[in-house]
């Protein structure tokens, strides 16, 4: 039946190559690379081009803010029409180029205003690919090995995010910021063209087109209750940029400001390889044992690290082990949040599911960037870490509820 969900067990037919590690999975992850090599070379150096165009420090909050927002709302849409035409590919190729292209355009701003049209115009192509790509990475593979597949996506991201900003520090000393932003669209086309060359896509028959809001009220029940259960942990998964801050000022004392400041990144480096590294086995795991049970592990693994926050000594190795925690459940997060979403819609709306999954992201990463940054400078650090400890156990809670083919 084309409206039953698909349950962790069931093979329906895929397209593209069988087995998970197939041309289509190795081009995702390819692609998800070189664009992330890309646009956070740009991200990088970003806010020290803006100050050399005298933009005031708003400027970035501004850029940063109305880009998001945009890419939270063409992922909505973009994920409706996903599941309207018979070929996605085309569109995902197309929005992989624009994001090049846009962050390349930066090398020719003289003014903050125009790097915010262009940042805009980047990250709606950004917004608009994401659910295309995911549908058609859940439908790549066969089901009972979905996790092993996001999860080498995710790693790939990762991997770029890690090196984006390593290439943007080797490449500052040698060259003009504006050349940098140039040289970006070199990955940034390199990844719609790993796209297009490996990831292959089989016509879909269309079943009866559903308008906007009916093809949201058409999610089945399970995967609403799901919904929820995200934008509940993201409105307390807070940007991980604040464990440098806490971990800077609790070791300061002792070790001095600079010592625990450079501390405190490398603890933050440390983080960000274990993230990468953990991808793939997350994803393992998740086929093998079950992705809610390992799903809500990983939320109930932050709500220890939120509430390990707020108890630790001023002891490097203690911060140690929570940065470590950190990277471990956003991996299991990050690839097992979209693997179980497609065990949970019928094929034939699996864009629109996933359009829907990136807009309760936005929203609970929206709601956490605020409470938690006003709980931490009006009332303590600790009152944002308890806010969103307590944050992920209800998530956690939520999510152990969601029913499988329901």
Request: net charge positive; hydrophobic share 50%; charged share 15%.
């Amino acid at each position: 039946m084309a409206n039953k969900p698909v349950s962790e067990g069931n093979s329906p037919p895929i397209e593209g190559d069988t087995g998970w590690l197939n041309p289509a999975v190795i081009g995702m992850g390819l692609t998800s690379f070189f664009s992330d090599l890309g646009h956070e070379t740009a991200s990088s150096i970003l806010p020290l081009f803006l100050a050399s165009l005298g933009a005031p420090a708003a400027a970035l909050g501004v850029i940063e803010g109305v880009s998001d927002a945009l890419s939270s709302f063409a992922k909505l849409g973009a994920g409706w029409l996903g599941d309207r035409v018979s070929r996605r590919k085309p569109i995902v190729v197309g929005g992989y180029m624009l994001t090049g292209l846009a962050t390349g355009l930066f090398g020719l701003a003289t003014s903050w205003p125009q790097i915010l049209v262009s940042r805009a115009v980047g990250w709606f192509g950004r917004g608009v690919r994401g659910p295309l790509r995911d549908a058609m990475l859940a439908d790549a593979v066969d089901p009972r090995e979905r996790g092993r597949a996001f999860g080498l996506e995710r790693a790939g991201d990762t991997l770029g995010a890690v090196l984006g900003p390593a290439t943007a520090l080797l490449l500052v000393s040698a060259m003009t910021y504006r050349k940098i932003f140039l040289l970006t669209v070199i990955p940034g086309l390199i990844a719609a063209l790993c796209f297009a060359v490996l990831v292959r896509e089989h016509g879909r028959r269309l079943t009866r087109p559903r308008k906007f809001w009916e093809a949201l009220g058409a999610l089945p029940r399970g995967f609403r209750v799901y919904l929820i259960a995200v934008a509940v942990f993201g409105a307390g998964d807070f940007a991980h940029t604040l464990l440098i801050l806490r971990a800077s000022q609790a070791l300061a004392p002792s070790l001095g400001t600079v010592q625990a400041g450079a501390l405190a990144i490398g603890l933050y480096t440390i983080h960000n390889v274990i993230y990468a590294a953990a991808t793939v086995p997350a994803g393992a795991l998740g086929d093998r044992y079950g992705k809610r049970r390992l799903l809500a592990g990983g939320y109930l693994l932050a709500a220890v690290m939120s509430g390990g926050f707020i108890l630790a000594t001023p002891s490097w190795w203690h911060f140690a082990l929570l940065f470590a925690a950190g990277g471990l459940y956003i991996a299991v997060e990050d690839t097992l949040e979209r693997a179980l979403a497609a065990d949970l819609l019928p094929r034939d709306m699996l864009s629109t599911g996933y359009g829907a999954l990136a807009a309760a992201n936005g929203l609970g990463d929206f709601v956490s960037s605020v409470l938690v940054g006003v709980l931490w400078t009006v009332v303590s650090p600790a009152a944002g870490f308890a806010y969103a400890a307590i944050l992920s156990l209800v998530g956690a809670a939520l999510v152990s509820r969601v029913r499988l083919g329901g």
